[in-house]
């Protein structure tokens, strides 16, 4: 890659970084630059500066393709608790990619990574729940539904985009979307198996009930008569007479 291409490139990100700094300097978020020492917000002159560095930085740890589709909001308010709480604006990001990649690529810790990733997620709906935002509806459903999975002690490995495409990909979404005329679930193929991916349909609630009663069944036909023992200090009724015997 020659210097005059690399340069243009350089050119083209301040650009890219200055048009979306002057948008955030448009608008008053929740959280704010201020002065250390009068606790004031910043003036605009010193809020650009800050900015422009900060969201330089963002666009190193998150590439500059993804700093492009980032909202101005989301970009201002990383940028402006990574200067309060002191930490590598850039790196948080980079560190979030490569450390879960690491973790994750281990067969040892894979589980965990992929359960660390579900927390943040959940942090994320927490979010969208305290703001009140349009898709907090189908968060709510979504961690309805992976709760209920960890209440029955069952694992459960679908995020939220995909357990949202699960859905629209089916006849079921009209019901998700609280249209009570046709009622559908999430099933498990192979009960012996978690909520996975590969493991899981959407399918009518009445099909769901059959399918689960028809598998109680059956497990309960395969069961010994000699396995079936009373517990342990339970009396034991037999057709004998009462009394002594001969």
């Known amino acids: 890659m020659t210097t005059r291409r690399i340069s243009s490139m350089n050119e083209g990100l301040k650009t890219m970084i200055g048009k979306r700094v002057d948008v955030a300097l448009s608008h008053r978020f929740r959280c704010e630059l201020s002065d250390s020492k009068t606790g004031k917000p910043v003036s605009p002159q010193e809020r650009r500066r800050t900015l422009t560095v900060l969201f330089g930085e963002i666009a190193k740890g998150m590439g500059v393709e993804r700093f492009a589709e980032t909202p ?144 109680t069944e059956a497990r309960i036909n395969v069961i010994p008569v000699d396995r079936i023992k009373p517990k342990t200090g339970a009396k034991v009724y037999t057709s004998e007479p009462l009394g002594k015997t001969n």
């Open 72 to 215: 101005v909001e989301r970009l201002d308010q990383f940028a402006v608790m990574s200067l309060v709480n002191n930490h590598d604006t850039a790196g948080l990001l980079r560190s979030l990619v490569n450390s879960f990649m690491i973790a994750y690529a281990d067969p040892d810790t894979s589980n965990q990574a992929f359960q660390a990733l579900l927390q943040i997620e959940a942090l994320r709906a927490k979010v969208a729940d305290s703001r009140g935002q349009s898709s907090n509806l189908m968060q709510k459903k979504y961690w309805t539904s992976l709760r209920s999975a960890s209440a029955r002690s069952i694992s459960w490995g679908i995020t939220f985009d995909q357990w949202m495409d699960l859905w629209k990909k089916s006849d079921g979404w009209d019901h998700l979307k609280d249209k009570p005329k046709k009622h559908f679930c999430l099933s498990r193929k192979n009960t012996n198996i978690g909520f996975e991916i590969n493991n899981v349909e959407i399918i009518k609630l009445g099909s769901h009930m059959k399918k689960i009663s028809d598998e």
